[in-house]
């Protein structure tokens, strides 16, 4: 199974890319689900036809090949698979002393519709019956939050209610000094449904096969946001296999007059901008030219596909997910070890570190994770870090109250 994430700032185009992308794989025999997890959907428009939660087929012109298209509902998601686990949630808040009113504002979750958006691309995917699933994200800020939802989730959810609490029976209910021990065992179930559906996306966004493909129009402005996408990615262990610069204006060549020097002083911009990205990153760039006329449609779709990867496969350059190594080593307390994360820095980025018990906290650009430390480590305390272009090195030595114990 291949997963694409195509994301990028609001604007950008991304969603005509996607189902170009998608037209594409079609056309050259493959089973493709193109699907829209954007508020704003706008991927039935692109295909020119309608759309709905489940997949429906769209065939190509002029040829015997078809994709399957969906955009998911995230209203009737909430409504229907999250009021049960909201509910499981309340009780177990009330039953460890929260008010009923407390509870109820815990329990409305910031992101949910992101989460559900996910899980469906996830059953979808799970199916089988597509060798690739395209999804078509929000904008960036939107898919950097869906992104992270499952592992912040996850990590909370065991904090509060640890999977071996759930693995008794009774055990909750005794806990909270009720008698209800049908209820409260099916509050465990619920709970570790959602366990499990976490576990699943995590597991998902990890898989080899999964990755994202940015895309930007050649403007300064979207390409500083690029670039910090890229490190909020790479933060998040999560592969990018490449950018598609979007709307290029044509090379008016050897032709004059102002609107010729007009498009020649503004592609010229664009080419500056495009050259700094290629200076910033290894990742394979495709451009993409402003089109008079917008491409609406099957045949249009087509066309734009095949200007956008030409002869090369559209799912190749898959990278390896960005490297977290320890090197260094040693039995005493001279000992030194570096943890190596493969993080892209652009010069302006706000870097901060904490050590908080068994996890690192690395925070970039207001963006944080919790980066749990292999075992020898929990056992150091850290002596200082480099930051470069290239990633990120911090420095541990052995704790003396820990280490020989």
Known sequence: MRILLLTGKGGVGKTTLAAATAARIAAAGRK??????????????????????????????GSHAVLHAAEVQTRALVDGTWRELREHLRTMLQGAGVGEVDAEELTVLPGVEDLLALSEVH??????????????????????????????????????????????????????????????DAVADGLGRLAERLSALKNMLADPGTSVRLVLTPE???????????????????RVDGLIANRVVPDPG???????????????????????????????LRVV???????????????????????????????????????????????????????PLHP?????????GDELAITVDGRRRLVALPAVLRRCVVTGAIAGDDGLTVRFRPDPEQWMR
Do not use: K
């Open 348 to 356: 302006a980025a706000e870097l901060d570190l904490a050590r908080i």
């Open 123 to 184: 059953r979808l995917a799970a199916t089988g019956l597509w060798d690739t699933v395209l999804v078509d994200c929000g904008p960036t800020a939107e898919t950097l939050r869906l992104l992270a939802l499952p592992e912040s989730l996850a990590g909370y959810l065991e904090r509060l209610f640890p999977a071996h609490r759930r693995a008794v029976r009774g055990l909750l209910a005794g806990i909270a000094g009720s008698d209800q021990v049908q209820r409260w």
């Open 32 to 61: 493709v689900l193109v699907v829209s997890t954007d508020p704003a959907h706008s991927l039935a428009d692109a295909l020119g036809t309608e759309l709905g939660a489940e997949p429906a087929e769209v065939r190509l012109d």
């Open 254 to 284: 050897s032709a004059r007059g102002a609107a010729a020097q007009w498009l020649r002083t503004r592609r010229r911009e664009q080419e500056d901008v495009l050259d700094s990205l290629r200076s910033a990153t290894d990742l394979p």
């Open 289 to 343: 030219e402003h089109r008079a006329a917008e491409p609406v449609g099957a045949e249009a779709l087509q066309e734009l596909g095949a200007e956008l990867y030409g002869d090369a496969d559209p799912l190749e350059n898959l990278p390896a997910a960005p490297a977290m190594r320890v090197t260094g080593g040693g039995r005493t307390l001279e000992a030194e070890y570096d943890l190596r994360i493969a993080l």
């Open 220 to 238: 300064s402005v979207v390409a500083a946001e690029t670039r910090r996408t890229l490190t909020a990615l790479a933060l998040q262990q999560i």
